[in-house]
Nanobody, 122 residues
């Protein structure tokens, strides 16, 4: 079983910055795709940014130029640097990782973090 633990959310004023982190633990052989999603009250969960094992990134149009996703393979960790935050960025942010476990009973996995609240308000 692969578990994800997020950190870094909080309250920030418009124009401010936050950095989210998500670390994976467990019997991990490889992590192929890492992503950050968010869900605002009354809205569906949406993809914010993703990064592949090869380093290719993808961003929602609403965050392009403001958010940066990165990964540390040695630490099985993904980051989301959020700059120039806007009130509409307020949401619960979730990380997601997909990969393969190690061992005799190796299998594919897709895990979610518990979510971290980001509130942008003056």
């Amino acid at each position: 079983q692969v578990q994800l633990v997020e950190s870094g959310g909080g309250l920030v004023q418009p124009g401010g910055s936050l950095r989210l982190s998500c670390a994976a633990s467990g019997s991990i052989f490889s992590i192929n795709t890492l992503g950050w999603y968010r869900q605002a009250p009354g809205k569906e969960r949406e993809l914010v940014a993703s990064i592949t094992s090869g380093g290719s990134t993808n961003y929602a149009d609403s965050v392009k130029g403001r958010f940066t996703i990165s990964r540390d393979n040695a630490k099985n960790t993904v980051y989301l640097q959020m700059n120039s935050l806007k009130p509409e960025d307020t949401a619960v942010y979730y990380c997601n990782m997909r990969g393969r476990t190690r061992g005799l009973w190796a299998s594919d996995f897709a895990s979610w973090g518990q979510g971290t609240q980001v509130t942008v308000s003056s």
